[in-house]
């Protein structure tokens, strides 16, 4: 960035800077302020996304064009629709569209919306206009009001103008701006997007001509053409897939189906036409039928286990339990089984009577291993499918079931062991439950007591995938602000600590400071672990640097009253061997005066805070050690130490560090304390900002006279 000379400004340049705004005071010797923000995480969308928006997987419906044409005339279009209405992979499309005539090597990106829901993307904040770039935000992740929209729809003027374009996916709700620039999303055939994946995707012409439903008249038969000699297996499977099915369940469905051996379909279309007899025709579509039932997961065989007069009791819940704790000792599934009724009514009872817990277990289709635990090997997908099926058909009973969750994977129950599994298969229910999600209910039930270790560990790793996975995210960013909270316990705080310091840090940064700021506001653990996080992902790379800085340097001049901004600059400048960011700030520092002069206020405004007095203490004698042990320059640290001097009054832990006790004789200290009763103000070019703690005022022009002193600068 430069900034040419002109009649007002006649000596400010400024050269080779990459922050959006350069400030220069003064003439060419004044100090350079660069502000900026974090810009929005912007990563490449996959290559796979890519492809399934690409000829010749895609499958045709209106709503790309239609969004093409949108982005051609204002360069942003919305497009809406409930979750499995291929809305992702439409926005994908119509970016393409739109971006190929003009632009061969277009690019992608997926911009995470890491903002507040009260917060508004400033323009800093969002990529550069650079033609060819084409943009993809989920409003599912983050509801878009009002003034976001405006914002957005703002960028996307300034994106058009460029050669650039933006689309935006979600709910219809999630969108809180211009209606016109809506599209509703149209599901595509789901049979086609399986038979596409098949023929395409996977190498598997034979698989994808089963389910065709004419494949001797279909107009692609090009693609899928049929054998020479007559198929008797060709369209068998024409009605396996509704066309309701979301385009990522169909290519589930596709990949299920690829791993079908076509030489045992073949036997069992032979057996079923039945020329060998009512036998061999009954055994053929026997086979057919399981066939059919091991690629939609056992729908069918879910269906008469779960529904059937005399099920829904005891092997529904053998079943249910097998399900939730796949890979556990039947021992441990058939406990917990019976611990669904635990006042000993008539459902625990009934395991007591009639059949075995073993056989119960392998009538509703649970597999025993040689070392008898419970596993589903036969049937791969039916433990998850059983789960989802139980939630939806009982919907009376999800209440009792949920309950029956936190019971058993209390600490003390049968269960305990195998809650991160449970977990996980409560995230993947949740994530297409259409009421009563349980996922959350259950989390916050395992974390109001006072949780072990794992149990804190499990929680965090899982809250770390809901963030990541589709129509969960939002609810995620809430518990952890709530969590996050003065009025949350100290567990969900470790919790939420432990969760910032990980994945979700780095792909929700400003989310995660935000919920840094208030961990930090306490001493306790979780505090401890947001002040490393925050010193980690300072030393991470020179952009979050920057953003920490200035981030820090916010906090403590919009909340003065808190300890956060405190902790915050401490856990930044304390001096350690795994904390390389006191380095960087003490170098930098001796270039940049507006490094400098964080530091200086930082000081200041932390020695103001009693709630850090012992820390700070500390964090000071760690500073004498460093220089004394040649780690830090001594004159420059020395230097800056005496400019908070000169600006605090030395109490607490300042007056601490200088006077001491007598008896006190650590050579580093005493280092410290020999050289600031010695150095003068320091020497510095002037500083330009009118709040800073240095700035001294000016002696009279009499006074200046009397004593042929200069004024200071620093």
Known sequence: MTNEPSPQFPHQVSQGNSGPTVQVGGDNQGPISVTHRLPLPCHPVPAADRQAAAEPLWVHTPTPQRAAD?????????????????????ALRALETHLAPGFPARQLFDLAPDWEDDDTPAKDVLPQPQPGCGYLIDASSRRIS???????????????AAGSCLAITGEARDWQGDGHLVIQAVRPDALQVARNHLAVRL????????????????????????????DRTAGVFADLIPRGVSPSNAVEIAFRLSRVNPERLA?????????????????????????????????????????????????????????YLEGAPLEVCIRAAGDFSPDDGPVARRFREGRSPRRRLRDVGVDVTPDDKADFTSRPGLAL?????????????????????ERITAPDGVAAPWAAQIGRRLLELSRTAAA???????????????????????????????????????????????????????????????VCSGAYGKRWPHAALVRLRHLLNHDDLAAQIAADALATYADSTGTAFGHVIATVESWLERYPSYSAGARGF???????????????????????????????????????????????????????RAVHEGHLDRDFTFGILTDVRNAHTPVDAMSRFLYGSPEHEDPALIDARFALANLQACQHERCFRPDCPNL?????????ATEGAEEPSH
């Open 70 to 90: 949108l982005l051609s005339a204002t360069g942003l279009a919305v497009i809406v629709g409930e979750q499995g209405t291929g809305r992702r992979i439409s």
């Open 146 to 160: 009002l003034q976001t929209a405006l914002a957005l729809t703002a960028w996307a003027e300034r994106l058009h």
């Open 203 to 230: 190498s598997s012409p034979t698989h994808a001509h089963w389910l065709h439903p004419d494949p001797h008249q279909a107009p692609d038969r090009s693609r899928f053409r049929a054998p020479a000699a007559p």
């Open 267 to 323: 036997r069992a279309v032979q057996q079923k036409e039945g020329h060998n007899g009512p036998e061999a025709q009954e055994q053929g579509l026997g086979e057919l039928k399981s066939i059919r039932d091991e690629v939609l997961q056992w729908t069918t065989f879910l269906e008469k286990t779960l529904t059937e007069t005399g099920t829904r009791g005891q092997d529904r819940v053998m079943l249910l339990a097998a399900a």
């Open 385 to 405: 499918n059983a789960i989802r099926m139980d939630w939806h058909h009982w919907a009376d009973e999800r209440e009792q079931t949920r309950k029956w969750l």
């Open 436 to 498: 009563d999600p349980p996922f959350f209910p259950v989390l916050t039930e395992w974390t109001a007591p006072a949780p072990g270790q794992t149990r804190i560990e499990d929680v965090a790793q899982l809250l770390t995938h809901a963030a990541a996975t589709d129509g969960m995210a939002r609810e995620t960013h809430k518990v952890l602000l709530d969590w996050a909270s003065p009025k949350a316990n100290p567990h969900r705080r470790e919790i939420v600590a432990r």
């Open 570 to 624: 401490l856990a930044l400048v304390q001096s350690s061997t795994a904390n390389n960011t006191l380095t960087k700030l003490i170098t930098t520092a001796q270039t940049s005066p507006k490094i400098r002069d964080f530091l200086i206020t930082g000081w200041w405004a932390t020695l103001e805070q009693p709630g850090v007095r012992e820390q700070a203490h500390q964090v000071l004698l760690a500073w004498a």
């Open 696 to 704: 001294q005022p000016a002696p009279s022009s009499q006074a200046a």
